[in-house]
């Protein structure tokens, strides 16, 4: 029995270890593959917790208390805005959500960072060059104000990762490639009635 | 090919004049000349030029290089690659391979030919973009069928596998954020599923492509390099071991699918 056992953690061990090793060798290949540029630079190859878990291949089984983990963890970390004050201004909030620069090798990086919302989302109707990626949020406004959906829809920007672990979407906030401002801005965008976003096509 | 050639000759004359004046405008009377030819046909002709043309310090031509069917073979050679290759110990795909064979046979400088693989807007294409599209051609109508006989080449792939999964870099982006479900876009651009036979085949089938709003020829190598630019990653370089896994995977996931390069893309 106590044989059978200590063969067990053995054989764990050794997986453990296995894993571990595949990890560092691909680590150590991508350091070899990739050369900084400008911005782009070589530690953006090193993941944090919520990258390494979610660079499992679909259909990968993922472990359950990990996540849930996980997602505790990002939820603590969350920033909100002082005094409430979740609202910009929703035009400004259009020109985050409409470009696409900030943060490539080829960018200036003096310029402030896009949200490329478009990219995968449908918003103001009348924009025909949206993606389908993400769900449409065409009409969002419609959910009202209320502190616990200006809360809510804070959090999913600034890391999704708290409601939806290993969703596609870019952590707006935790990484920092919004200011916020800039978050302020497109939460309006979203969410006030004078927006686009919340006009029907007439 | 005659005919090419002094097209080429002509166009070039043309373009360095209409460059005095550089604006976008210069590509639009470019594509009207074209009508409905793909340009990829110029550079076609200038890759088959290269190959059988003396070069380098030992001023040989190409055809001693062994592409995995032999030296000198190139008809159906590219549906092959990425493959192992004894003399080198190495999984490679064809642009390494051409490197490889350009530094040996032709005895030129590697740090020259890799400085610059990959030509920028408004340049002419680069020696190894024009050799691959030719070789592209010389597989057209061929069924893609990547070599994976050799333990190496199997390693290839499943490190592939595991690197197109591999989220990093501010945005948390990988090749899976945008190519692991079908019938997607990002903005208005269709994003092919490089995790299904479809849309794996019709990618790498596809490349390399002449694309019309930069006016060149890019490679598979030029496609993963951007796509890692958007990503937000450092610069992935040419012949690299990732570079060779992704082209790994996608080329083994299209397997069955045809060859229809060079393709004309937006």
């Excluded at chain 1, 002082?82 to 090798?105: E, F, I, K, P, T």
């Excluded at chain 1, 060059?129 to 065409?138: C, Q, V």
């Excluded at chain 2, 945008?178 to 019938?183: A, I, L, P, Y």
Aim: glycine fraction near 8%; charged fraction near 20%.
């Amino acid at each position: 029995m106590k044989a059978l056992s200590k063969g067990i953690i053995i054989t764990l061990l050794a997986s453990v270890v296995t894993w571990t090793m595949a990890s560092d060798d691909v680590e150590a290949i991508l350091q070899n593959s990739f050369v900084a540029k400008n911005q782009a630079t070589m530690d953006r190859l090193e993941r944090d917790a919520v990258q390494a878990a979610c660079s499992a291949p679909r259909g990968m089984p993922l472990n359950n208390d990990m996540l849930t983990t996980l997602r505790q963890e990002r939820l603590k970390a969350v920033v909100l805005p002082a005094n409430s004050q979740y609202l910009g201004d929703w035009q400004r909030g259009s020109d985050v959500a409409g470009n696409g620069r900030g943060l490539q090798s080829s960018d200036d990086p003096s310029k402030p960072n896009g949200g490329n919302c478009y990219a995968c989302h449908k918003l103001a109707p009348d924009e025909v060059a949206y993606g389908t990626l993400g769900p449409s949020l065409t009409g969002y406004g419609a959910r009202g104000q209320s502190e616990a959906m200006l809360k809510y829809t804070w959090t999913k920007l600034w890391d999704t990762h708290v409601y939806n672990l290993c969703s596609h979407m870019p952590r707006f906030g935790a990484q920092g490639i919004l200011t916020e401002q800039q978050l302020k801005d497109v939460m309006a965008y979203l969410l006030d009635p004078a927006s686009p976003v919340n006009k029907a096509v007439e | 090919m005659k005919r090419h050639h002094l097209c080429v000759a002509q166009f070039a004359v043309w373009l360095c004049s209409a460059q005095l004046v550089a604006d976008e405008g210069v590509f639009d009377q470019y594509r009207d000349l074209m009508g409905d030819e793909n340009p990829a046909v110029f550079i076609v002709d200038e890759g088959e030029e290269l190959w059988f043309m003396p070069g380098g310090p030992e001023s040989t031509t190409l055809e001693a290089c062994d592409l995995g069917l032999g030296p000198g073979i190139t008809a159906g050679a590219y549906v092959r690659f990425p493959r192992y290759f004894a003399d080198t110990d190495a999984v490679m795909d064809l642009e390494s391979r051409l490197v490889y064979c350009m530094t040996t046979i032709q005895g030129r400088d590697l740090k020259t030919l890799t400085a610059k693989p990959y030509s920028q807007r408004g340049d002419f294409g680069t020696e190894i973009e024009a050799l691959v599209t030719w070789l592209a051609a010389e597989s057209e109508g061929a069924t893609i069928a990547p070599e994976q006989t050799h333990a190496a080449e199997r390693a290839m792939f499943n490190l592939g596998e595991e690197i197109f999964f591999y989220r990093a870099g501010p945005h948390d982006f990988s090749c899976a954020t945008c190519h692991e479900q079908s019938g997607m876009r990002i903005r208005l651009q269709a994003l092919p599923d490089l995790t299904s036979q479809s849309g794996a085949s019709e990618a790498w089938g596809s490349w390399p492509a002449y694309r019309i709003s930069q006016g060149l020829v890019r490679t598979m190598g030029w496609r993963l390099r951007d796509c890692f630019r958007q990503q937000r990653w450092p610069e992935l370089q040419m012949g690299s071991e990732v570079s060779v896994a992704l082209q790994t995977y996608m080329a083994v996931n299209a397997a069955g699918g045809t060859m229809a390069a060079p393709g004309l893309k937006r």
